[in-house]
């Protein structure tokens, strides 16, 4: 008995662990006009920082986003921490439209760290098919980026970037880790990210 218990209680922590994006409404997906928005972390640096989780995902049309504010995920939100691999993507099936959104991600190998927070509201018409976000440096990069546009039969992508551009925050870290007692510290080493957009022309 006990060992037929043991399986059962692996597969259950790896089940209630597992990456999960989900829909407001799975009848979206029965709609006509779809295609997708795929998310992909890229490190084409020495920095060892093979994966990137996200803490946030949201993305809404952008008429109900605008109208209901952040906190709406019309569309689809993360449900829990999801992982995406070094040069892998997720790839997310939405109805044809002008979504507007949220991510948050972080990744980290000691003493290597970044944090990122994006927002996708812009409506500027940019020439570009790729669009790089604006940013506002800090030890985590806020991003203000313009709608993602998506097209039936077509991919959207979001591009996270880790650069080569790294920060030092030892002397910050060691002043705070003396001051909490080695309760709060921030990470040695801040890498900057970049953040793309590429939307089908």
């Known amino acids: 008995m006990k060992s037929f218990c043991i399986p059962l209680?692996?597969?259950?922590?790896?089940?209630?662990s597992s990456?999960?994006?989900?829909?407001?409404d799975q009848k979206i997906l029965e709609?006509?006009?779809i295609g997708l928005i795929s998310i992909k972390y890229e490190n084409d640096t020495f920095t060892p920082i093979n994966y990137i989780e996200l803490s946030?995902?949201?993305l809404s049309q952008k008429k109900y986003?605008?109208?209901?504010?952040?906190n709406v995920c019309e569309t689809l939100r993360s449900d829990g921490t999801v992982t995406i691999e070094k040069g892998e993507s997720i790839e997310l099936k939405v109805p044809e439209g002008v979504y507007s959104g949220v991510l948050s991600g972080y990744g980290s190998d000691f003493p290597h760290s970044f944090r990122l927070d994006a927002i996708f509201i812009g409506s500027r018409a940019i020439?570009?098919?790729t669009k790089k976000c604006s940013v506002k440096t800090d030890l985590i990069e806020k991003y203000d980026c313009e709608n993602i546009i998506v097209k039936s039969g077509q991919k959207s992508e979001i591009k996270i970037i880790l650069t080569n551009e790294i920060e030092s925050q030892w002397g910050v870290s060691i002043f705070l880790a003396i001051i909490s007692l080695g309760n709060a510290a921030l990470p040695p080493s801040i890498v900057r990210t970049r953040l793309e957009i590429s939307n089908p022309m």
């Open 127 to 129: 020439k570009d098919k």
């Open 19 to 24: 990456n999960q994006i989900v829909y407001h």
């Open 65 to 70: 986003f605008l109208e209901f504010g952040t």
């Open 9 to 16: 209680l692996i597969l259950f922590m790896f089940g209630c």
């Open 56 to 58: 946030r995902v949201c």
């Open 31 to 33: 709609k006509e006009n």
